[in-house]
Each structure stands twice: as structure tokens, then as C-alpha cells.
Nanobody, 115 residues
Framework: VQLQASGGGLVQPGESLRLSCVAS????????GGWFRQIPGKEREFVAG???????GYSDSVKDRFTVSRYKANNTMTLQMNSLKPEDTAVYYC??????????WGRGTLVTVSS
């Protein structure tokens, strides 16, 4: 499975940004997956995602501002980020699980929130 993330960039506080992640691979079907982020010098942290048959889950720091979506028909996930804050600045990584239930990571896309 390969993941291609896009949509990062520089925005001002309060603005919005939408990240996309397209998964490809033989016989791959998008089920579980989501997004982490990493600030330089810190550990990668969970942002939002889908697990098993549960509805989407979010970290407390982004709940009510971010929305994660998945489109199984084209193996795509999106992360709609609203009301962005400087502390949201990070490299965002999408992830899925392959047939062996091993987590697969995308390459990351940089989001910078600054005035």
C-alpha cells in the first residue's frame, strides 16, 4: 500500500485548510485509517481517524475544529481543518492498515499556521 498526502501550506490563524490522502495498492480497500501530526522535537501524536466500525475519533486538541472523512470508492481520506491555531503547526501524516494489519504511513505534508 502506498499513500500520497497533499494539501499542506501556510495559513493565518483562524483560517481553514483541507488535507487529502490517496491510498493505492493491489486489492487494497480503505477501512481503518486517519491522521497523526508531529512537531519537530516532539513525538508523533494522534489527530483523527476511523477504527473498526466506530465513528470517527479525534484528539481533544482538535475536536470540534477538524473533520476526518473517508471515501471508500476512491480510497481517499480527507482532513478538514477549521479555525486553525499556531499550535496546529506540524507535519501531518496519514495512515492506513494493510492486509497484515501493519500501519502504513504517508510521507507527510507540512501545515504552518502563522500571522
Amino acid at each position: 500500500v502506498q499513500l500520497q498526502a497533499s494539501g499542506g501550506g501556510l495559513v493565518q490563524p483562524g483560517e481553514s485548510l483541507r488535507l487529502s490522502c490517496v491510498a493505492s495498492g493491489n486489492n487494497f480497500t480503505l477501512n481503518d485509517g486517519g491522521w497523526f501530526r508531529q512537531i519537530p522535537g516532539k513525538e508523533r501524536e494522534f489527530v483523527a481517524g476511523f477504527f473498526a466500525l466506530e465513528s470517527a475519533g479525534y484528539s481533544d486538541s482538535v475536536k470540534d475544529r477538524f473533520t476526518v472523512s473517508r471515501y471508500k470508492a476512491n480510497n481517499t481520506m480527507t482532513l478538514q481543518m477549521n479555525s486553525l491555531k499556531p499550535e496546529d503547526t506540524a507535519v501531518y501524516y496519514c495512515f492506513v492498515y494493510n492486509a497484515m494489519r501493519v500501519r502504513v504511513w504517508g510521507r507527510g505534508t507540512l501545515v504552518t499556521v502563522s500571522s
